[in-house]
């Protein structure tokens, strides 16, 4: 499975981006997508996920739910992350992973990154 995320660029506090990931090759046995970021000297962390069995979203944590939004008709083998409101800590590298497990922080796939600045 191969995953190329887009989407990124700069932005101001208050802005909005829709990053994208996009999936190929054999993705018959990809459970769910999830999206990470890590910024410069942090550990990479999760960020949202879409379970295709179901189509349901899952936030990591309070700092991104009601900003951020996986799309209720996301489906494979695409996954985006709306992101409004966006802070200065938003600022990362965004990652798009793909799981065949249903621990979406268990990984099989990683995409390149699309940088997301906000300032």
């Known amino acids: 499975v191969q995953l190329v995320e887009s989407g990124g660029g700069s932005v101001q506090p208050g802005g909005s981006l829709r990053l994208s990931c996009a999936a190929s090759?054999?993705?018959?046995?990809?459970?769910?997508m999830g999206w990470f970021r890590q910024a410069p000297g942090k550990e990479r962390e999760g960020v949202a996920a879409f379970f295709f069995p179901g189509g349901t979203a899952r936030y990591a944590d309070d700092s991104v739910k009601g900003r951020f939004t996986i799309p209720q008709d996301n489906a494979k083998p695409t996954l985006y992350l709306q992101m409004n409101a966006l802070k200065p800590e938003d600022t990362a590298m965004y990652y798009c992973a793909a799981s065949s497990y249903s621990d979406w922080r268990t990984t099989d796939y990683w995409g390149q990154g699309t940088q997301v600045t906000v300032s």
């Open positions: 090759g054999y993705t018959y046995d990809t459970y769910c």
